[in-house]
């Protein structure tokens, strides 16, 4: 089994900033894909920014120039830094991990104010 564990949600101003971080633990032998999802009130899950094991990243439009991800893959975490925040930023940020099979986070919300 894999748990992952995010952090660094909260409250804050639009143009403000906030980093993510999420940890997997459990029975890993190699993990894949990690990435970011986020899902706004009344909204499907959508993807925000995956990374490959290999550094390979692939981001929302919404997003681009914004967000950056990146992973430590010794550690198994991946972390979103997300600066220029936007209102319709707001959301369930989740954490997703591909270990063979695919693994969600608890979610950590980030709201957005104008």
């Known amino acids: 089994q894999v748990q992952l564990v995010e952090s660094g949600g909260g409250l804050v101003q639009a143009g403000g900033s906030l980093r993510l971080s999420c940890a997997a633990s459990?029975?890993?032998?190699?993990?894949?894909?990690m990435g970011w999802y986020r899902q706004a009130p009344g909204k499907q899950r959508d993807m925000v920014a995956t990374m490959s094991r290999g550094g390979t990243t692939n981001y929302a439009d919404s997003v681009k120039g914004r967000f950056t991800i990146s992973r430590d893959n010794a550690k198994n975490t991946v972390y979103l830094q997300m600066n220029s925040l936007k209102p319709e930023d707001t959301a369930v940020y989740y954490c997703?991990?591909?270990?063979?099979?695919?693994?969600w986070g608890q979610g950590t919300q980030v709201t957005v104010s104008s």
């Open positions: 459990g029975s890993i032998f190699r993990v894949n894909v």
């Open positions: 997703y991990a591909e270990v063979g099979n695919d693994y």
